[in-house]
């Protein structure tokens, strides 16, 4: 049994390694983005959600996505030096750089609680805090890290140093600790408020600020004029959480924060705090951190991939980052370069180049848009709440809204030929057709009072349309009888799709895919090794399909749904749709705007090294419980090893100087299958590794 089980490993391993999917919307990407921070006027990074970490060298002019060693949450980012930067997150996750962020490896921290702040005050030793009153510290440039008693068990949510002895952290109930013998111990200060803080900052040893939320709804700012032995509430004039403070000298001090649903906070005080004013920043979006790089140059990063700058201390913002932020709900590719994408406030995007650039066409609605589907390059149709149908017969240029007799929300369409359609409701549970490419539509007998949510037909007359409590529903005749199918479950189903007309699969809540390899009489619960709930799913062909759901989740399957694996989206957004015009190009759309592209197959082309001049042997492989690395000719130089899981996701990676034989231990890696990625100055070999 195993030698079959890793035949299909091997299998798999050739299709799956190193998914790659990369934004087109937002731009430079839409994680939230948590902290910033610059080394010179120039050269700044940013980190965020799924392990996002971006770096500019002009001044954020632009910004490139850097390799990533993990998809937790990243919150703060700190570099002691140029070169020399590290970044901590949820479930105790430090990464460090010690080459301007080109690569990235994965520390140890003893400590899984959400590290919500770093602070280093030279390039060796460093401060991170977190949940649970977690206070860790390195001397030794992150290789070891050793707990400070806090005292606490508040989240701690800020960290700062005005030397290498004296030290500050805020958190819940208006905690200040602060320490003077280098983090050896913490003693609480008074900050005469039980509001939450969630950011501090000094400008020299007496004199500091720290600021948050209070629970009456007002924005908090204390400051210190004696090294926090007594803090005063000065007015924020905001409602809203402040969650980072930055002064670029004694006076002159800026917060950036926010609420969901309401405008982004700017306020900037000149007066060293005792009066704060509310700057303009053109963006809904919450902000989480800001910086600045002399007296008028600055910058703040948030929510849906934020990123603003002024050059004229605050009084303008620009924004760095572009693209819509509606949710998109459906997306539709007449081939490689042509696609659209709808959702929210009746946006519609096409784009005409691949996704390299998206255009917002009018669609004359604001209301949800759900659905969209092409007949031809030029002929298409859009469906969405309060009984919205637009056509356009001119591939975008202009749509034209069709009476559809209901004001009804709709959730799927589908067109079997330029005038066949139907369309699912939701008000009173319906499905609609129309013989006349959308002049007219009838409402349908479907015998459920189950809401459905997708519809798809096999040809002009068999179709089936899914929905709540596992309902799948087939008609044989066109839509005008439908009836029940057994699924065997009772979860919400999403999304239907059939490579023929006996095999389908249908996809829903908790994970769930079923498929039917004769027309719907028998539904079978596949394997997929999710429990996030899925919104769509696609085949390019008879094996290879894809579904997406739930944050980010993408998975594919090579083999007919017998196996899936989830690749990595780059993503925690929910995605809503999917859709392949050909067997490489795909596109996933979802939640604040996402736009995904794929242009093979969502596998990245880095694969095993095979080659007859490979440098490295690993034996033994399969392995146990250790690997040795063999180097067939004494190479002179730094070896970085990295040891990676089939989504790309850097597990382990260690540097080696000067070694023929390099040894591994893989006590801490669960057995299945790996890359193992072997860099020196003379390029990079990637090799299998199966450890059981």
């Avoid at 992150?142 to 952290?169: E, H, M, Q, R």
């Avoid at 008028?296 to 819509?324: C, E, M, P, R």
């Avoid at 604001?366 to 298409?380: I, K, P, R």
Wanted: net charge negative; glycine share 12%.
């Amino acid at each position: 049994m195993k030698n079959i089980l890793f035949s299909i490993c091997l299998l798999l391993f050739s299709a799956f390694a190193f998914s790659q999917w990369t934004w087109q919307n937002p731009l430079p990407q839409g994680n939230h983005l948590s902290s910033i921070h610059f080394t010179d006027p120039n050269t700044g990074y940013a980190v965020g959600g799924d392990g996002t970490v971006l770096k500019t060298t002009n001044a954020g002019t632009n910004w490139t996505i850097l390799s990533r060693v993990t998809t937790s949450v990243l919150s703060s980012i700190c570099f002691p030096n140029a070169n020399t930067g590290y970044a901590v997150g949820e479930k105790g996750t430090i990464i460090k750089t010690i080459d301007g962020g080109i690569i990235w490896t994965t520390l140890l921290s003893g400590k899984t609680e959400y590290l919500h702040s770093v602070h280093f005050v030279d390039e060796n030793t460093g401060y991170t805090v977190g949940d649970s009153g977690t206070i860790i510290k390195t001397i030794d440039g992150g290789n070891t890290w050793i707990s400070s008693l806090s005292g606490t068990t508040n989240p701690l949510f800020s960290v700062f140093f005005s030397d290498v002895n004296i030290g500050y952290a805020v958190g819940d109930s208006g905690i200040i600790l602060k320490t003077i013998n280098g983090g050896a111990s913490w003693n609480a200060l008074s900050s005469g408020t039980i509001n939450f803080l969630r950011t501090i900052y000094f400008t020299d040893a007496n004199t500091g600020y720290a600021a948050g939320k209070n629970n009456f709804g007002s924005g908090t700012i204390l400051k210190t004029t004696n090294g926090g032995i007594t803090w005063t509430a000065f007015p924020s004039g905001t409602s809203n959480t402040i969650y980072s403070i930055y002064f670029t000298d004694t006076n002159t001090g800026y917060a950036v924060g926010g609420e969901y649903g309401s405008y982004a906070t700017i306020l900037k005080t000149i007066n060293g705090g005792t009066t704060w004013t509310l700057l303009s920043s053109g963006t809904t979006n919450v902000l989480n951190s800001i910086y600045f790089t002399d007296a008028n140059t600055g910058y703040a990063v948030g929510v849906n991939g934020t990123i603003l700058k002024t050059s004229d201390g605050g009084t303008n913002w620009d924004a760095f980052s572009n693209g819509t932020n509606n949710f998109l709900h459906s997306v539709y590719a007449t081939d490689a370069n042509n696609a659209f994408a709808v959702g929210d406030n009746g946006t519609i995007l096409k784009t005409s180049n691949g996704g390299t650039t998206w255009a917002e066409l009018a669609s004359g609605t604001t209301n949800q848009l759900w659905s969209v589907q092409f007949t031809d390059a030029n002929t298409g149709y859009i469906a969405g709440w309060g009984g919205v149908i637009l056509k356009t017969v001119d591939a975008g240029a202009s749509w034209t809204g069709i009476p559809s007799g209901t004001t009804a929300g709709f959730w799927s369409m589908y067109f079997t030929d330029a005038n066949t359609g139907y369309v699912v409701a939701d008000t009173g549970k319906r499905i609609l057709k129309t013989v006349n490419g959308g002049v007219n539509w009838a409402t349908l007998s479907i015998g459920t009072t189950n809401q459905l949510y997708s519809v798809w037909f096999t040809d002009a007359n068999i179709g089936y349309a899914v929905g709540d409590a596992g309902t799948i529903i087939k008609t044989n005749n066109g839509g005008s009888t439908w009836t029940a199918l057994s699924t065997g479950t009772t979860k919400y189903i999403y999304s239907v799709y059939f490579t023929d007309t006996n095999i389908g699969y249908a996809v829903g809540d908790s994970g769930v895919i079923l498929k039917t390899v004769n027309g719907g009489s028998s539904w079978n619960a596949l394997s997929t090794g999710t429990t996030d709930y899925l919104l769509s799913v696609i085949f390019t062909d008879s094996n290879t399909g894809y579904a997406v759901g739930k944050f980010g989740t993408i998975l594919k399957t090579i083999d007919a749904g017998t196996s899936w694996v989830t690749l990595s989206s780059g993503t925690t957004n929910r995605l809503y749709s999917v859709y392949f015009p050909d067997s490489n190009t795909g596109y996933a759309v979802g939640a604040l705007g996402t736009i995904l592209k794929t242009t093979n197959g969502g596998t990245n082309s880095i694969a095993e090294t095979k080659s007859s001049k490979s440098t490295f042997i690993i034996f033994p492989n399969p392995a146990n419980n250790k690997i040795i690395i063999s180097n067939s000719r004494n190479i002179p130089e730094e070896i970085l090893i990295s040891i990676l899981d089939l989504k790309g996701d850097q597990l382990v990676q260690e540097k080696f100087q000067n070694q023929i034989q390099i040894e591994l231990d893989l006590n801490k890696i669960a057995n299945g299958m790996y890359l193992v990625k072997i860099q020196t100055n003379h390029g990079i070999e990637i090799k299998k590794l199966v450890i059981e």
